[in-house]
């Protein structure tokens, strides 16, 4: 069972080509996109948003894309 709850995970881990969100964050290191389709300049974001942002994006595995390290960056850089 654990296998296949691993095989669910890591695909769920590949970036989907249709979804604008994952492209978005693959490509974009300064800009957040919200699922309101709002644009946020990473370094405008509040501190509390940028740690919830980081947060999602841990619980759904994207901590490989330029947005997780645009906003760990601009974390770093307040603190």
């Known amino acids: ?8 995970w ?3 881990c590949i970036p989907d080509l ?3 969100f994952q492209q978005h964050r693959l490509k974009n290191d300064k800009v957040w996109l919200t699922r309101e389709r709002v644009e946020f300049t990473i370094a405008e974001m509040k501190t509390s948003h940028i740690q919830n942002c980081i947060a999602m994006l841990e619980r759904v595995n994207q901590t490989q894309t330029k947005a997780y390290r645009g906003l760990k960056q601009e ?5």
């Open 1 to 8: 069972m654990l296998s296949n709850e691993q095989e669910f």
């Open 75 to 79: 974390l770093s850089r307040r603190f």
């Open 10 to 12: 890591d695909h769920l």
């Open 18 to 20: 249709n979804n604008p």
